[in-house]
């Protein structure tokens, strides 16, 4: 059975800063991985989606890698601004018609 | 606008009563989810349609029954709602079921049971 481990749970950061958000799963039987932001009281977006054969995925100044053989996503960004503040969630598709999330990392971005 | 569209966006009611949350997706895929979000913020999958097909129901109590009257559409009846129904519940569609290419996801209905 699948599970999406997602550290840290909650991470403040000064703007301008790099960070690394971490994402583990158990079964490294995935489809994809698939990084979703969601801000307060709205729906998700899709961010990256890396299929299982990339190893990573960008766009602007997002940066998802994939590690299937370690069951690990990491979602690199870079210059932190507090427009980035939101939930960042990862989901690994398996293939089964559904995706399992992992329970999130709220980020905040200090001004 | 192309997008997965939820009716409605917030609903508070009564424990008891039945209600009902819509779902339309102009995107022309063929599978369609509901998800729910709890206090926690986990969110977790409780049904799956695949062409009018129910492909995953994920231990859901029977109160809640989905009806997809066609492939745009995956509505949520709740019969006899529960304190415990709180929560916000995603609708979300993809495209060529089976491997999550171009999933979108609806922004919520937030279901208050008072």
């Known amino acids: 059975k699948q599970e999406v481990t997602q550290i840290p749970a909650a991470l403040s950061v000064p703007e301008g800063e790099n960070l690394v958000l971490n994402c583990s799963f158990t079964d490294s039987a995935i489809y994809n991985l698939q990084w979703f932001r969601q801000d307060p009281g709205k729906g998700l977006t899709s961010l990256l989606l890396i299929q299982s054969s990339q190893r990573e995925q960008t766009s602007g100044r997002l940066n998802a890698s994939l590690d299937k053989s370690s069951g690990r996503s990491t979602l690199y960004i870079a210059a932190s601004q507090p427009g980035d503040s939101a939930t960042y969630l990862c989901?690994?598709?398996?293939?089964?018609?559904?995706?399992?999330f992992g329970t999130g990392t709220r980020l905040k971005v200090l001004a | 606008d192309t997008a997965v569209s939820q009716t409605p966006k917030y609903l508070v009611t009564q424990m008891g009563n039945d209600k009902s949350i819509k779902c339309e997706q102009n995107l022309g895929h063929d599978t369609m989810y509901w998800y729910k979000q709890d206090s926690k913020k986990f969110l977790k999958i409780m049904f799956s349609?695949?062409?009018?097909?129910?492909?995953i129901n994920e231990t859901v109590p029977n109160r809640f029954s989905p009806k997809s009257p066609d492939k745009a559409h995956l509505n949520l009846h709740i019969n006899s709602l529960e304190l415990g129904d709180s929560a916000v519940y995603f609708c979300a569609s993809s495209q060529e079921g089976g491997v999550g290419v171009g999933y979108t996801f609806g922004s919520g209905t937030r279901l208050t049971v008072v």
């Open positions: 349609y695949n062409n009018k097909e129910l492909i």
């Open positions: 989901a690994a598709y398996s293939g089964t018609y559904k995706y399992i």
